[in-house]
């Protein structure tokens, strides 16, 4: 399912009245740098829904009703519930991949690669539901090529299911959660 979230047209930060920058609550705060000096803007580790600071400064300052109708935004502060999928590169490929005791998946990928990135929240959402069942791990190709030829990597994102130290099966592209998963089950 899939959300639609709209989207704030904010003016430049001299326009705004400076308490749109002040931290909420005790959130550490980053600084935006610019030809009229540093502005400060709280930084955010997760999401959560919140009434917009924005929007209530811009509408109090008499700017764009348009601006001030917006009643909240999405603020980052969850990050606790996202899994990362740790990376693995020569010196750990044996022990972490090879030598594991339940069936490991392998994301090959690349900074530069667009279908890379789409892939990636797939990969985390796995690794997140089969917590304890499967491991799941990325190899970047540009840092670790030895590993992606060994294993005949030629497209990427590739991911491979290994399991007792074998290569069990491939899939190349950024295919579907389903896809992705009915390979999985067939391992478990």
């Known amino acids: ?37 540093l502005a400060r803007l709280p ?19 008499g700017r764009s009703s348009r601006v001030g109708r917006r009643v909240g935004g999405v603020v980052c502060e969850a990050q606790e519930t996202a899994v990362e999928v740790p990376a693995v590169i020569d010196a750990t490929w044996q022990s972490l991949v090879l030598d594991a005791d339940t069936p490991v998946l392998v994301e090959f990928w690349a900074p530069w690669c667009g279908p890379c990135r789409m892939i990636h929240p797939v990969i985390n959402e796995l690794a997140k539901q089969y917590t ?10 540009d840092e670790s090529p030895s590993i992606a030829t060994r294993y005949g990597i030629r497209s990427i994102p590739t991911v491979i299911i290994f399991k007792s130290g074998e290569k069990k099966e491939a899939i190349i592209g950024a295919v579907p959660k389903s896809t992705l998963t009915t390979s999985i089950e067939k391992f478990l």
Do not use: H
Request: aromatic fraction near 6%.
């Open 43 to 61: 930084e955010f580790s997760g999401l959560k829904i919140q009434p917009s600071l924005a929007s209530r400064s811009v509408a109090a300052a």
């Open 1 to 37: 399912m899939a959300t639609v979230l709209d989207s704030l047209a904010v003016p430049r930060s001299s326009a705004l009245p400076s308490s749109a920058f002040a931290p909420i609550a005790s959130s550490p705060v980053c600084f935006l740098s610019g030809r009229r000096g």
């Open 132 to 141: 304890g069942k499967l491991k799941c791990y990325k190899v970047n190709t």
